[in-house]
Every structure is written in structure tokens, then in C-alpha cells.
């Protein structure tokens, strides 16, 4: 199968040596995204209620991108730094994934580019 780079300028650009999505056969691998501004490369400055609305933002234009959309993300993982941020995330992540949501799981972690509070990674079919 063929592997095809994923990109668009309604999302950040990688701050890596990575691609913003790969699309493979019926699969789209979507890297991290957490809350930067597109327009800008800056952290979204804010709760994690904001940056969790700006990285989920982020993925859609990714997946848009590739000619997909958020109803067919069927996995994601979440990376916090607080863990006591779960129901938070959880309430802003119900209004992207509103029916059928997508298998996930959610890692605490120690830190996270840019000081970011929050990362969310996907796969989505075409």
C-alpha cells in the first residue's frame, strides 16, 4: 500500500521531524495535536477546557484535510499531565464526539511539547 503525507495550513505545522497525518490503504494516522494556533505556532494560554477545544480543533482540520471527518475517528488517545483533568476534558471532548464515539484511551503524563496541558492522537478511516 501506498502511504500518503497529510497536510494542511488550517492546523499547525509539526514543531518535528513528523507528518500532521499519514493516510495508508483505508487508514489516517493522526499525530498529536496539542492547542497550538494555527495562525500563529503559539500555546493556546488558557484551561484545559481551552486547549482541549484547540487540539480537538486541530485534529478536525487534520482529518478534514486527508477527506475524512471526526465521525470517523474509531481511536484516540488522550495525554494529560492531571489526571484530576479527566472530567473536564471529558465535557469538551462529548461535543466533538457527540454520538458513536470513538474507542480512546487517556495516559497521565510528566510533560508535553510547548508546556501544553493536554495531546490527542487519532486513527480514522477514509
Do not use: C, H, W
Amino acid at each position: 500500500m501506498q502511504k500518503a503525507v497529510v497536510s494542511t495550513d488550517k492546523a499547525p505545522k509539526a514543531i518535528g521531524p513528523y507528518s500532521q497525518a499519514i493516510a495508508v490503504g483505508e487508514f489516517i494516522f493522526l499525530s498529536g495535536q496539542v492547542a497550538l494556533d494555527p495562525a500563529t505556532g503559539e500555546l493556546i494560554q488558557g484551561t484545559v477546557a481551552e486547549q482541549a477545544e484547540q487540539a480537538l480543533k486541530n485534529l478536525k482540520a487534520v482529518v478534514e484535510a486527508a477527506g475524512s471527518s471526526l465521525e470517523k475517528i474509531v481511536k484516540t488517545t488522550i495525554y494529560l499531565i492531571d489526571m484530576s483533568d479527566f472530567s473536564t476534558v471529558n465535557e469538551v471532548y462529548a461535543t466533538f464526539f457527540q454520538q458513536e464515539p470513538p474507542a480512546r484511551a487517556t495516559v497521565a503524563v510528566s510533560g508535553l511539547p510547548r508546556g501544553a496541558k493536554i495531546e490527542i492522537e487519532a486513527v480514522a478511516t477514509k
